[in-house]
């Protein structure tokens, strides 16, 4: 089973995750930690252990999906991902969305959490899209 864990600079992954909870119900197997201005840094490295401890419980791999590449966030969790002495293994996947979020229920049943990130990708890859109007059909739906 894959566990997942959302981090992000400010609240972010906290409300991503109530807001994927609006439309799904509890979600049992995602994790937040976010950075805040006031914590500083190396809270968020002792906060990220902390509920990377808690994500690890029970899972195959902890997937972490980061608001974006490069960021604090991004960091702190690559450092666990390419660590061989992370158990279990941890993948990183940055530009977290509410689609990518919900789709990580398709992704629950993996074992590699590496195969569950690159699953997870081809997933949501879909749901980016640009709005244009459909002229042939009259509908509410946008």
Known sequence: MIHVMVASHGP??????????MV???LQHVFTVTLTGEAGIEAFKQDFARVLKNASQGADGVLVLCDMQ???????A?????????????????????????LTDEILD??????AAAQLLALTQPT???A??????????F
């Open 24 to 26: 799904y119900g509890t």
């Open 78 to 102: 690559c450092q666990y991902a390419f660590s061989s002495e992370v158990s279990p293994p941890v993948s990183v996947i940055g530009g977290v969305n509410l689609p990518m979020l919900l």
């Open 132 to 141: 244009e109007i459909n002229a042939s059909a009259q509908s509410d739906d």
């Open 70 to 76: 490069s960021g604090t966030p991004w960091n702190v």
């Open 128 to 130: 980016l899209v640009v």
């Open 110 to 115: 993996f074992q590699d959490v590496n195969a």
């Open 12 to 21: 972010l992954a906290t409300a991503m995750r109530e807001s994927a909870e």
